[in-house]
């Protein structure tokens, strides 16, 4: 089992800044893919970004050019950067983890996922 711990999540001004930290625990303390999904008020699970153990990254359309995702294998620790916030990206963030690469962007791939930290953009 892994464990996932999300912090970071607050409320924010649109147009500003947030950074999600996921620190992961347990039998695989740095699993091969970590990652982020958002469920927003009324609506379905959406795929915001990944990065593999190596460092390769996948994003979702709708955050592209505005978040980052990084990781610190030392530390087993992924982090969200998010730039440039609009209301619509006010959800709840989930970190993810798989020991298997998949299809990234389907939530069924992960088999980790942590509680969720609320992020609120406000205009």
């Known amino acids: 089992q892994v464990q996932l711990v999300e912090s970071g999540g607050g409320l924010v001004q649109a147009g500003g800044s947030l950074r999600l930290s996921c620190a992961a625990s347990?039998?695989?303390?740095?699993?091969?893919?970590m990652g982020w999904f958002r469920q927003g008020p009324g609506k379905e699970r959406e795929f915001v970004g990944c990065i593999t153990w190596e460092g390769t990254t996948w994003y979702g359309d709708a955050v592209k050019g505005r978040f980052t995702v990084s990781r610190d294998n030392a530390k087993n620790t992924q982090y969200l950067q998010m730039n440039t916030l609009k209301p619509e990206d006010t959800a709840v963030y989930y970190c993810?983890?798989?020991?298997?690469?998949?299809?990234?962007?389907?939530?069924?791939?992960?088999?980790?996922w942590g509680q969720g930290t609320q992020v609120t953009v406000y205009s």
């Open positions: 347990g039998r695989t303390s740095s699993p091969l893919v």
């Open positions: 993810t983890a798989t020991e298997i690469l998949g299809r990234v962007t389907d939530p069924s791939t992960y088999d980790f």
